[in-house]
């Protein structure tokens, strides 16, 4: 690997050690919803934003390709560095930590980096929610055209805004996601090149850098890390074979910059294994179903749709049995909290009535309301402990 011929982003150690200490977004200041804003600054978009400071490190730079990882969160890079040591050596030369927005869960994640808008504004407020005045549990990974994306998520892109003002924009991801509701919703403006692996991704990336002569915006997707994480858990043999994948893949993509492009490196969120002892299965306890009409969210964020006048009562039960397991918190105590930024009324539906957050490694399953095979993952996100919220951001000039 040639490596970075200038360190462009000072070295920013995190400032949590725990990893599992519950860490607050950082929206406008050093989250993922600020990465796209200050990318279209380096290229020179009218308007745009640099709330992460990339300006002066890379005047010059007309050309800028951002790779999200899913799954490499902050706290499990030193876990990947036997695997990946081009990774390590990025990320203790010109690496800084930035924090996901909430809930740290992927469709949630890559609709903020799409828009750079906290989720409360765009919509996609968790891994599946209640479509209002439904019965209707919608699965963003599994989202089509119902509900209209444009609908569901209103928010421009910054891909579009990067399009109006004449910069090429690309994203390149797998063949299988185009079109999907959510990459509609996350990356309309850009486009789409399909790309089954790591070898396509990086080929495809670097030949849509390099394309034209203006500016040039590039998008990447890359699943696996995350995939094997909840399959088989971080540092399992599989997750180590996927690190070292990560690894080759940001190595091609470095030494294959142009002189004039920048690369941005950053994830949606990180990990963190749950152990079988620390998992309470709400279909198999009937205090966690009295009163719940539709349960939604995920894991380690649960939203709770609730009969009429059932607030205070399933509030009371969940605090009881999950005790120091969990907040148990009402939506409006949620909204208010700023977890997900400013909720406009349009979007306050989607959210629970009550809203169920895990602490440490304890997870909450629902065996028999969503398929088997999510009760059954080793490792889980979504909450807002240091493992998960905490993702990197490194800054490869060419």
């Known amino acids: 690997m040639a490596g970075p011929r200038r360190p462009v982003a000072p070295v920013r150690p995190s400032p949590v050690t725990d990893p599992l200490e519950i860490v607050g977004p950082r929206y406008g200041s050093g989250s993922l919803a600020d990465v796209l804003p200050s990318a279209l600054a380096v290229l020179g978009v009218p308007g745009a934003a640099d709330p992460l400071g990339l300006g002066a490190a890379l005047a010059g730079v007309r050309r800028v390709a951002v790779l999200l990882v899913d799954g490499l969160g902050w706290h499990q890079i030193p876990t990947a560095a036997p695997y990946a040591p081009a990774l390590a050596g990025l990320v203790a030369t010109v690496g800084r930590p930035l924090t996901s927005g909430f809930p740290s869960t992927t469709p949630t ?37 119902d509900p209209e994306p444009r609908h569901w998520q209103p928010v421009p892109t910054q891909l579009e805004r990067a399009r109006a003002a004449g910069v090429a924009v690309t994203v390149v991801s797998r063949p299988e996601f185009g079109g999907s509701g959510l990459t509609v919703a996350a990356n309309r403006g850009g486009d789409y090149r399909g790309a089954a692996g790591v070898d396509a991704l990086a080929a495809r990336m670097l030949t849509a850098l390099a394309a034209g002569p203006g500016p040039t915006l590039v998008s990447g997707y890359h699943p696996d890390l995350d995939r094997h994480g909840h399959l088989t858990g971080v540092d399992s043999a599989p997750w180590r074979i996927a690190a070292a994948e990560v690894d080759r893949l940001i190595t091609r993509l470095v030494d294959g910059l142009p002189p004039d492009a920048a690369l941005l490196v950053t994830a949606d969120h990180g990990q963190l294994d749950v152990p079988a002892g620390h998992r309470v299965d709400l279909d198999t306890d009937p205090r966690l179903r009295a009163g719940v009409a539709v349960v939604a969210g995920e894991p380690r964020v649960r939203y709770l749709h609730v009969t009429p006048g059932a607030v205070d009562d399933v509030v009371a039960a969940w605090s009881a049995v999950l005790g120091p397991a969990a907040r148990v918190r009402t939506r409006e105590e949620v909204v208010a909290s700023g977890w997900f930024g400013p909720v406009p009324e349009e979007h306050l539906l989607r959210i629970g009535d009550v809203v169920v957050v895990c602490n440490a490694t304890y997870a909450v399953t629902a065996s028999r309301s969503e398929p088997p095979m999510v009760s059954r993952l080793v490792a889980y996100h979504g909450a807002d402990t240091a493992a998960e919220m905490t993702i990197p951001l490194l800054v490869v000039r060419g």
Do not use: Q
């Not at 504004?121 to 209640?130: E, K, P, S």
């Open 109 to 145: 994640s890559l609709v903020t980096l799409g828009t750079g808008a906290a989720p409360g504004a765009h919509g996609v407020l968790g891994f599946t929610l209640r479509v209002p005045g439904t019965d209707r549990v919608l699965n963003h990974i599994e989202w089509a055209a």
